[in-house]
């Protein structure tokens, strides 16, 4: 039977992206991302659950997270679990779990909503067109030269 390695998160970026260039100029970027779930406690009470994901971009997002995501944002991540595992400077063999994205959206942040945000919506035009009311109403399916309503 085939498996399924399939992640989709939406949380905020906890530090602004790590770049690195790779030979033959390929970028690679690396940030955590917060995904926090609330719920109801025994009592009542509001209970907020945050975990903490290591995200990977490679080329062209890479290069989207390098220009635009800051520590703070909010994203749709999409991609699939990898674990990686690597031998430390004193020779302990480590390990971590990554989530390796092909697909991003930005959603904004916290600052978009507060003044002096970086990644605001453009001023609106001070006045805008308005098209004159239709005199008459046209019907789209009749044919040329008809006349009648019906």
Same mark, same amino acid.
């Given at each position: 039977?085939?498996?399924?390695?399939?992640?989709?998160?939406?949380?905020?970026?906890?530090?602004?992206?790590?770049?690195?260039?790779?030979?033959?100029?390929?970028? #690679?970027?690396?940030?955590?991302?917060?995904?926090?779930?609330?719920?109801?406690?025994?009592?009542?009470?509001?209970?907020?659950? &945050?975990? $903490?994901?290591?995200?990977?971009? $490679?080329?062209?997002?890479?290069? #989207?997270?390098?220009?635009?995501?800051?520590?703070?944002?909010?994203?749709?991540?999409?991609?699939?679990?990898?674990?990686?595992? $690597? &031998?430390?400077? !004193?020779?302990?063999?480590?390990? &971590?779990?990554?989530?390796?994205?092909?697909?991003?959206?930005?959603?904004?942040?916290?600052?978009? %909503?507060?003044?002096?945000?970086?990644?605001?919506?453009?001023?609106?035009?001070?006045?805008?067109?308005? %098209?004159?009311?239709?005199? %008459?109403?046209?019907?789209?399916?009749?044919?040329?030269? !008809?006349?009648?309503?019906?």
């Amino acid at each position: 039977m085939a498996g399924v390695n399939r992640v989709i998160l939406i949380g905020n970026l906890g530090k602004d992206p790590e770049i690195r260039s790779l030979e033959g100029g390929v970028k #690679v970027a690396n940030f955590s991302l917060a995904t926090t779930e609330t719920y109801k406690g025994k009592n009542g009470e509001k209970i907020d659950q &945050t975990e $903490w994901h290591n995200i990977v971009l $490679w080329r062209g997002l890479a290069e #989207v997270a390098e220009s635009y995501l800051k520590k703070g944002n909010s994203v749709f991540i999409e991609g699939k679990i990898k674990t990686r595992d $690597w &031998t430390d400077k !004193d020779g302990n063999k480590r390990y &971590t779990t990554e989530i390796v994205a092909d697909n991003m959206v930005m959603l904004g942040s916290k600052r978009d %909503q507060q003044s002096g945000g970086e990644y605001n919506s453009p001023q609106k035009p001070e006045k805008t067109q308005q %098209q004159e009311p239709l005199e %008459q109403h046209t019907d789209l399916n009749a044919e040329p030269g !008809d006349d009648l309503p019906f």
